[in-house]
């Protein structure tokens, strides 16, 4: 790998091609560092494979998205903490960063205040996100950007040892991407912490979160070119997430309950094991269909769209706290009605939800069954089909176990960094 | 003779950088020049336009053309120009960008109408509608007009290459800026009033975030010379024509089928058709280049260009899978019925990055598409409650 840092050389090239143009105008755009800027987008544009593309320590204030379109490239901070770049003064394209290509690894750096995503990574193999921050400074505000750390499209993929604070959907998130590690995170003040959306064979492992509205996530959305599968979340700690939900409304986080410590919706295959959650004051662990999201409907939903948890298998948890306070009236009042003044809805609340034509004689099949086998941490099926007419914390329906899902295993030159954890 | 004018035209260029371009200004049209790798640093390398005598001239055999609905780039008028240097080589297709042959080179200069009696750089700006749009055929009268930048496309070996060049002060020449550039103007609207544009002249990168057809493969190219888009008369300077049936006439195409059979968008101006044909047209030039089943916005399956006839693609009902606050707090990106609930209709009228749609290439919004949109999804039948 080439390792050169080559700021200053494309510092005095740009302008040299006339990037500071326009001299007289740039008292409008503040602080804004624009030879820094088009000297960074000038490596970006003439990057080659195998580049490794250096940003020294410093606060860069950007008015434009940076981009990528070459694969093999490095982008490298002096470290989150040391190399920060700041969008609040974007005013060309939306996203922090946008990279379209592969075999591309990011890591050292903070990329804060976009208007968009903070950093957006649109299809491609083998992606590496290491030691990068996304965050928002003005705490959680649904004028933030959506997204953090948003990989989409992607196979094999690893994010790891990375933050994300502040975004008004998913702090990290993971769409319709295959062959996943997200591992060693820590994510806060999201409406979401960290999503897994319509992606298939992901570990999210070792992360924490905590003062989201929901900590970890797992959903299917509808009308997208694949659905997701097979998602282990396990050893994590996601506890205290209970920031009022602040995303816009018609996002599909915007459905998801404030105090949520996990969610599985609409997916298939989840595997949720060994992890810690605690404190998170709707339910620490939420199981729901798509049918509770409330943006059903038969002509903006794909017929293919299967709605429902399947394959859901919930063990060896260590809950504590939480469902003390849940999100709404309904669910407060579901809360007293079942647990009384004081008590807490259980630790795994399911919104019960059946597909009626797969049942087998009253049953469903064990491929698209609910498996609980957590000691004795408490279930309650709120009857979300009848409004939660009739609730129940009957555990008998869940006794049954599922095989288990194999590991992850990142290939190529991701399997070398998943082995150094 | 044809290699020592090249010659003497690339030394003009490179000359003007430094002395100016009034002492060697040309008298004649320039020639085209395919520059076949590199960056080339002056608009003037490829003799696609040049600045004279108070005219944006066209390179000899250049062909100006016009696309039925264009894409909305904050009020600039553009000029499109191409190049083919190979005749007969180009086959028609009824609904991909005609396959082009290396060395065809493609101009798009954008430019404002100035006030009357204003400073032709000092900012001030009219929108190019109505009786300040010229059609180009002869190039442009630059009288009352300040040039802001022309980008190139150029069909090489190993694919389409896209620059950007930036007009210079004295409007002799553009220069190349790969890395992009703002150039802040004021528009001052017709009615009165006026808006503050952040001109945003797209660096290299951001030229392929409309121009990569494929994702997969990130080749990059043209958008507007499709069939549906050129399908319309244009004023040559020797009799106004259909323009596929000149292109076929000069030899640019083969095979173009007579122009009322051949695909045509609507006008999204013209009143007097149907009001969904024109919002598709305009849909379609504005949004389908990255929101197809193959392009950027694949991943949110909502899916803009013409060839889209499943409303949900379209967005009816549809929830959004990616939008963040730009669900302007709607729950779908179409509600029949109902602009104001109706997430496109919002997008397409709101101005802050991230939140605007499209992402690159506007600051402030078209009120005449957001007025389309918006009567359209008005007109649209249907519910989404069930």
Redesign the interface.
Known sequence: MRQADRWMVSLLAAVALGVAGCKKHDQNVGAIDKEKQAALLAQLIDAKAGDVILIPAGTYHFDTSLSLNVDGVTVRGAGKDATILDFSGLVNGAEGMLVHASDFTIEGLTLQNTKGDALKINEGQNVIIRGVRARWTGGPSTKNGAYGLYPVQIKNLLVEDSEAIGASDAGIYVGQSQNIVVRNNKVRQNVAGIEIENSTNADVHDNEATENTGGILVFNMPNLPVPGRATRVFHNHSYANNTANFGARGTAVASVPAGTGMIVNSNPQVEIFDNDIADNQTANLIISSYYSTGYMNKTGVAAAYDPYPSAIYVYGNRFSGGGNAPDGVKLQALRVAMFGLNGHISDILWDGFVDQAKLVNGKLDPSRAICIDNGDAGVLNADGPESYKNPSTDKAPYACTLPKLPPVQLTGKLAEAQQKS | MKRALLAAAAIGAAGALWFGWGAMRPVRPPMPHFVAEGYP?SLSDWGMVAASRGRLMLGQGVVPYDLITPLFTDYAGKLRAIYVPKLGAVSYDPEKTFDFPVGTIISKTFYYPVPAGADRMD?RVLPAVGADTQSGAAGLDLSHVRLIETRILARRANGWVALPY?WNESQTDA??????????LTLQRAGGGTEEI?Y?VP????C??CH?PN??S?QIAPIGPKARHLNKSFPYTDGTENQLAHWQRIGILTGAPAPNVAPRNADYRDTSVPLAGRARAYLDINCGHCHNSAG?A??T?LYLDSTVTE???L???????????????????IVPGKPDDS?IAFRVAAT????RMP??GR?IAHAEGVDLIRQWIASLQ?????
């Open positions: 640093p900012g930036v220069v190349l800026m790969r890395t992009g550039t703002l150039v802040p952040a945003a660096n290299v990168n951001q392929a975030s990569t994702n997969a990130r950027l694949r991943t399956g409303v949900r693609r967005g009816y009902c549809k929830p959004p899978v990616a939008a963040g606050p730009g669900t302007g707090d709607h729950i779908f990106d997430i802050q990055p991230g939140i992402e690159v600051s249907g519910s989404c409650s069930s």
